[in-house]
């Protein structure tokens, strides 16, 4: 028996049933202790840059919301960015066990900042009295029975100038494992045990022939190889899973009066360009042409042309976003969360110790950053640390010559950072905010912090 939830029954029956036996992704609240992971998209950095000019104040009154927040990893992600900061984190979700994880990991890591609910999307008005600046809604809105009526529930409770950050299915890259899900109905017509359909899903995975759509595509799917039977059962066993291709999505916010403003990459190598179809033109005879579609066409063209784009994850919003600009000298650049403070260090090393037009190619994790060495560029990386503003970098470097030495000028200063931070920004590795805000929290001060606990 399914233990009700707070308001009506509002959801579908099967999938609350899947999250319940086999919640999804499977965490260990125990690895709290060594690990933090946070996507892009949850990055309050991020949606800084890509939202609000660099010039959102996260301190203050922030409250955000975690549709479908399963097992917790976004919520865990927030929590952390926002712990001792004024700000609610509300955790939704239909699944019970799955919350248990969730809160366990919560409980792990000391987190007191987050507000658990179990309950059903489609109630969100009836919930929530406040509306919300942020929603996450990641993987859930394709497993509703009518994902518009999701998405127009959670537009009711999204502030005016509020953000979403959703992801959904992507049609093209996973339309091989349509095709096994179409063959497991088949095969498991009469089967209804849970466990079983998971048994009979490996068997015909192992028997299946180089000829396979999955065989072939299986590279860019990890669930199987990571999650064991719970990945099994999201991927190939799932009773509601929809899809959508780049003009799908534009139609399906437009429905609750919603656009999308980014899509991310996650971690495939191409970084901002992989949903730009000039990107992959550059340089043919259809280049010209390329920059000319609308940026939806382009998107949409991107999408067909890459063909492994297995999830859209995107930022939505009813407003126009604004990114800060690297002309504006009251902004401050800094690297990403995950790169470690010694980074800054590391490339002005690298470019004091090589000559001018080298071209680099740097590895941070699994991004690969192209960028080429200019007169200053080691002097503007020494000035560099994530606190200064770019007024007083470029102040640094002119008074680091000497009165007899020709200094750059401030736009030639400008030229040259505007390169080297395209490079990095291309990858999301580097952003900017203004010089007025303190910095969010990194990932070295939340691992140091754990060390301490
Ligand atoms: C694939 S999991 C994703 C979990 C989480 N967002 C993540 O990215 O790790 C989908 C989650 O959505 C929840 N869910 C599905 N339908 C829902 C609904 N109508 N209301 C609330 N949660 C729902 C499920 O219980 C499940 O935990």
Redesign the pocket.
């Known amino acids: 028996m399914l233990q009700k939830l707070a308001t009506d029954s509002n959801?579908?029956k099967e999938?609350?049933e899947q999250?319940e036996n086999y919640?999804?992704?499977p965490r260990d609240p125990e690895r709290e202790r060594q690990n933090f992971f946070c996507v892009r998209s949850c990055s309050l950095d991020a949606l800084n840059y890509y939202h609000y000019a660099g010039q959102r104040n996260f301190t203050k009154g922030f409250r955000a919301l975690v549709?479908?927040?399963?097992?917790g990893?976004?919520t865990i992600a927030l929590a952390e960015q926002f712990r001792g900061l004024d700000a609610e984190i509300v955790h939704?979700?239909?699944?019970l066990n799955?919350m248990q994880i969730a809160k366990a990991r919560a409980t792990v890591r000391g987190l007191d900042n987050i507000t658990w609910i179990h309950?059903?999307?489609?109630d969100a008005e009836k919930l929530f009295n406040d509306p919300f600046d942020l929603i996450e809604s990641?993987?859930?809105l394709h497993?509703?029975e009518n994902p518009a009526a999701?998405l127009a529930a959670l537009t009711t409770v999204l502030k005016d100038d509020g953000v979403m950050n959703i992801m959904l299915y992507a049609s093209y890259g996973r339309e091989s494992i349509y095709q096994i899900q179409r063959l497991m109905r088949i095969i498991n017509k009469n089967e209804a045990d849970m466990q079983r359909k998971v048994d009979n899903c490996k068997t015909v995975l192992s028997h299946a022939p180089q000829s396979n759509a999955f065989i072939r595509a299986q590279d860019i799917f990890s669930d199987v190889a990571n999650f064991g039977d719970i990945g099994i059962y999201?991927l190939f066993l799932h009773s509601h899973d929809v899809a959508y291709s780049v003009p799908d999505i534009y139609r399906f916010l437009a429905g609750s009066g919603l656009q999308p403003t980014h899509f991310f990459f996650e971690t495939q190598p191409m970084g901002n360009d992989l949903y730009k179809i000039e990107a992959y033109l550059e340089g043919s005879n259809l280049s010209d042409a390329s920059k000319r579609l609308s940026v939806e066409e382009s998107q949409a063209a991107a999408e067909l042309m890459n063909g492994r784009i297995i999830k859209h994850n995107f930022y939505a919003s009813k407003h126009t976003p604004v990114t800060p600009s690297p002309d504006d000298t009251d902004n401050v650049p800094f690297l990403y969360m995950i790169v470690n403070k010694q980074m800054y260090h590391d490339l002005y090393q690298i470019a004091a110790n090589a000559k001018i037009g080298d071209v680099f190619s740097c590895k941070i994790y699994v991004h690969e950053v192209k960028f080429v060495n200019t007169p200053n560029l080691s002097r503007i990386c020494k000035a560099m640390d994530g606190d200064k503003s770019l007024d007083a970098i470029f102040k640094e470097v002119r008074m680091s010559y000497s009165a007899t030495e020709k200094k750059p000028t401030l736009e030639e200063l400008k030229t040259e950072f505007k390169a080297f931070f395209a490079a990095f920004n291309k990858q999301d590795l580097m952003f900017l905010r203004h010089k007025s805000l303190p910095r969010m929290v990194t990932m070295e001060d939340i691992l140091t912090r754990m060390k301490t606990v």
């Open positions: 959801y579908l999938v609350r999250y919640p999804y992704p549709a479908g927040g399963g097992t990893d976004t939704l979700d239909l699944s799955s309950g059903s999307i489609l990641v993987g859930v497993h509703l999701g999201d």
